[in-house]
């Protein structure tokens, strides 16, 4: 976990320790080239963040990862799935039985319960008896700071609560690995803080994660490898402190300078178009 | 505690108000207090006129009437909410083929005349099956349910087909992202979300067709019409003729108007969540 000697492209592209490894991926919509070649790498209890402007690509490359979108050139492997090749039912929910993906809009079930939404997986999937996943659900929620909200609907709850619900949602199927797609983007700003630090507690337990976001300090402060996109490339990778300080990369340094320079990254108005 | 009191006075005051506005609005009401008048006045008066004895002598043959017409539309609701689930379901198919069949089905069924439709029915079908030896009646009443069921199945399948593509793609992906499979996402995360959303146009539906019954007494149906028809050939007086006529629209009103009132609620509800 020591992020300084953790990076080094030719051990991170090593495939056998890697829990996700793309190579060369190519993804386009129709005319539209949204990845150009992206090589990304995650080992196990790794935290890495992708930054960069937005449309850069930056959750599509989540998407790949849990097979939501299938790229038309390049290699994807996870938890030891090729998931490019993926084409049964089956394969994909065995993989994302071990992928977790929280969403920017949260997208809980909004006619199921805080604890249902929890339960509905590890009984329907994972085949736990309902007292089992109860039990698992209670712990998750006090985990993120939503206990006594297990009756609650998601329309009922704010912003910042349903984004912790769906955190724990993904977590109750035990997941290898998960996946942030820009979590905090849809929030009031006062709520950013209260979904970041359940973000940070999972890191300070060592699961092995992705985050997309907008929130520099926060990528900084918890990554472990960084990756930075642009126009479906990455520009530039390695170690978050380095990248900060004195990125090698003029597009990045362009980007850095725009965004932590301004007064307040959070308040910056951004593109509705998603990365 | 006095200022308490009379703040706890004033708000019943209010509430008393908006109470007795409910009740002098609610039909219900207004029907009872016009009823007791009409018979306040007929005790002053000391008689009852005859268009009145003769309703009352007519009012369970009425009664029997309406209650052939609530069977039909229940039934015919029954056929098309199946007919119109399947093939709404269906008209979301991968399959090309399958679903220009079902858009044609949908569309003849929808733009058809729903008089013209049950007069198709009854003359369609025989009035009896021959099946081995034995003899199966196919009454008429039945072929007018076939008649609405089928132009209640084209409308329960668009709006099933609306419901389902009103469901966000989002829930899909998100789903998805659980490792629930297909038929899953569809029992437990679509289809309960699609019933919330259908129950309203489904209700305005069955108010629809309930009306509708009172067409059945044109292919000889002994339905509530039937009966007036009768009654007001029998008793051969103006007056008794426009009273039953009123009652009947008194009759339907009263069936479909808390249809509609608990349809508007349902979408007041749906609006807040």
Same mark, same amino acid.
């Given at each position: 976990?020591?992020?300084?000697?953790?990076?080094?492209?030719?051990?991170?592209?090593?495939?056998?320790?890697?829990?996700?490894?793309?190579?060369?991926?190519?993804?386009?919509?129709?005319?539209?080239?949204?990845?150009?070649?992206?090589?990304?790498?995650?080992?196990?209890?790794?935290?890495?963040?992708?930054?960069?402007?937005?449309?850069?690509?930056?959750?599509?490359?989540?998407?790949?990862?849990?097979?939501?979108?299938?790229?038309?050139?390049?290699?994807?492997?996870?938890?030891?799935?090729?998931?490019?090749?993926?084409?049964?039912?089956?394969?994909?929910?065995?993989?994302?039985?071990?992928?977790?993906?929280?969403?920017?809009?949260?997208?809980?079930?909004?006619?199921?319960?805080?604890?249902?939404?929890?339960?509905?997986?590890?009984?329907?999937?994972?085949?736990?008896?309902?007292?089992?996943?109860?039990?698992?659900?209670?712990?998750?929620?006090?985990?993120?700071?939503?206990?006594?909200?297990?009756?609650?609907?998601?329309?009922?709850?704010?912003?910042?609560?349903?984004?912790?619900?769906?955190?724990?949602?993904?977590?109750?199927?035990?997941?290898?690995?998960?996946?942030?797609?820009?979590?905090?983007?849809?929030?009031?700003?006062?709520?950013?803080?209260?979904?970041?630090?359940?973000?940070?507690?999972?890191?300070?337990?060592?699961?092995?994660?992705?985050?997309?976001?907008?929130?520099?300090?926060?990528?900084?402060?918890?990554?472990?490898?960084?990756?930075?996109?642009?126009?479906?490339?990455?520009?530039?990778?390695?170690?978050?402190?380095?990248?900060?300080?004195?990125?090698?990369?003029?597009?990045?340094?362009?980007?850095?300078?725009?965004?932590?320079?301004?007064?307040?990254?959070?308040?910056?108005?951004?593109?509705?178009?998603?990365? | 505690?006095?200022?308490?009191?009379?703040?706890?006075?004033?708000?019943?005051?209010?509430?008393?108000?908006?109470?007795?506005?409910?009740?002098?609005?609610?039909?219900?009401?207004?029907?009872?207090?016009?009823?007791?008048?009409?018979?306040?006045?007929?005790? !002053?008066? /000391?008689? $009852?006129?005859?268009? @009145? #004895?003769?309703?009352?002598?007519? =009012?369970?043959?009425? &009664?029997?009437?309406?209650?052939?017409?609530?069977?039909?539309?229940?039934?015919?609701?029954?056929?098309?909410? !199946?007919? /119109?689930? $399947?093939?709404?379901? @269906? #008209?979301?198919?991968?399959?090309? =083929?399958?679903?220009? &069949?079902?858009?044609?089905?949908?569309?003849?069924?929808?733009?058809?005349?729903?008089?013209?439709?049950?007069?198709?029915?009854?003359? $369609?079908?025989?009035?009896?099956?021959?099946?081995?030896?034995?003899?199966?009646?196919?009454?008429?009443?039945?072929?007018?349910?076939?008649?609405?069921?089928?132009?209640?199945?084209?409308?329960?399948?668009?709006?099933?087909?609306?419901?389902?593509?009103?469901?966000?793609?989002?829930?899909?992906?998100?789903?998805?992202?659980?490792?629930?499979?297909?038929?899953?996402?569809?029992?437990?995360?679509?289809?309960?979300?699609?019933?919330?959303?259908?129950?309203?146009?489904?209700?305005?539906?069955?108010?629809?067709?309930?009306?509708?019954?009172?067409?059945?007494?044109?292919?000889?149906?002994?339905?509530?019409?039937?009966?007036?028809?009768?009654?007001?050939?029998?008793?051969?007086?103006?007056?008794?003729?426009?009273?039953?006529?009123?009652?009947?629209?008194?009759?339907?009103?009263?069936?479909?108007?808390?249809?509609?009132?608990?349809?508007?609620?349902?979408?007041?509800?749906?609006?807040?969540?």
């Amino acid at each position: 976990m020591n992020a300084t000697e953790s990076f080094s492209p030719t051990v991170l592209r090593s495939p056998q320790r890697a829990l996700v490894q793309l190579n060369n991926v190519h993804l386009s919509f129709k005319e539209n080239e949204v990845l150009k070649g992206i090589d990304v790498s995650v080992r196990q209890g790794q935290s890495v963040s992708i930054i960069g402007p937005s449309g850069s690509g930056k959750s599509t490359i989540l998407r790949t990862i849990t097979g939501l979108l299938r790229p038309q050139r390049g290699e994807i492997q996870v938890c030891g799935f090729p998931v490019h090749t993926l084409k049964s039912e089956k394969e994909f929910v065995e993989l994302r039985k071990r992928v977790g993906f929280v969403f920017q809009q949260y997208n809980l079930f909004p006619h199921l319960s805080v604890l249902e939404n929890l339960m509905i997986s590890p009984v329907k999937v994972l085949g736990l008896s309902r007292q089992e996943a109860k039990e698992r659900a209670f712990e998750l929620l006090r985990n993120v700071h939503m206990e006594h909200k297990e009756t609650a609907y998601p329309g009922e709850l704010s912003g910042g609560q349903q984004q912790r619900v769906a955190i724990a949602r993904a977590l109750a199927m035990r997941p290898e690995l998960i996946l942030f797609d820009e979590v905090t983007s849809a929030l009031d700003p006062e709520m950013v803080g209260e979904v970041l630090n359940v973000i940070r507690d999972l890191v300070r337990d060592g699961i092995t994660c992705v985050l997309v976001t907008h929130e520099m300090r926060f990528a900084e402060e918890v990554s472990d490898v960084l990756y930075f996109t642009e126009a479906g490339h990455i520009v530039e990778s390695g170690d978050p402190e380095r990248i900060f300080r004195q990125p090698r990369n003029e597009r990045t340094r362009v980007f850095l300078r725009r965004a932590l320079g301004e007064a307040a990254p959070l308040a910056a108005p951004r593109s509705v178009q998603l990365g | 505690m006095a200022s308490d009191l009379s703040i706890k006075l004033a708000a019943a005051n209010v509430n008393s108000q908006r109470l007795a506005g409910a009740f002098f609005t609610d039909p219900w009401f207004i029907l009872l207090l016009g009823l007791m008048v009409v018979n306040v006045v007929w005790l !002053a008066v /000391g008689s $009852v006129p005859v268009p @009145l #004895s003769q309703l009352w002598r007519w =009012l369970p043959a009425l &009664l029997r009437g309406m209650w052939t017409n609530i069977e039909i539309s229940i039934l015919a609701m029954l056929l098309g909410t !199946a007919i /119109g689930l $399947v093939f709404g379901a @269906l #008209s979301l198919s991968p399959s090309r =083929l399958l679903r220009r &069949l079902v858009r044609g089905y949908v569309q003849v069924f929808r733009n058809a005349p729903v008089l013209v439709l049950i007069y198709f029915t009854t003359y $369609v079908f025989p009035f009896e099956f021959n099946l081995f030896h034995w003899y199966i009646p196919f009454p008429d009443w039945f072929k007018v349910v076939i008649g609405l069921g089928l132009s209640a199945s084209a409308i329960i399948a668009e709006i099933f087909r609306g419901a389902i593509q009103s469901i966000p793609s989002a829930q899909w992906e998100s789903a998805q992202s659980m490792a629930l499979r297909r038929t899953q996402i569809f029992r437990y995360v679509i289809l309960p979300q699609c019933v919330r959303r259908m129950l309203p146009p489904w209700m305005n539906l069955y108010a629809g067709i309930t009306m509708s019954t009172s067409l059945a007494s044109l292919v000889g149906v002994h339905d509530i019409v039937d009966m007036a028809t009768i009654a007001s050939n029998t008793v051969a007086r103006t007056d008794f003729t426009v009273l039953i006529y009123f009652t009947l629209l008194l009759f339907f009103f009263f069936y479909c108007y808390p249809i509609a009132r608990a349809t508007r609620l349902l979408e007041k509800r749906h609006e807040r969540y």
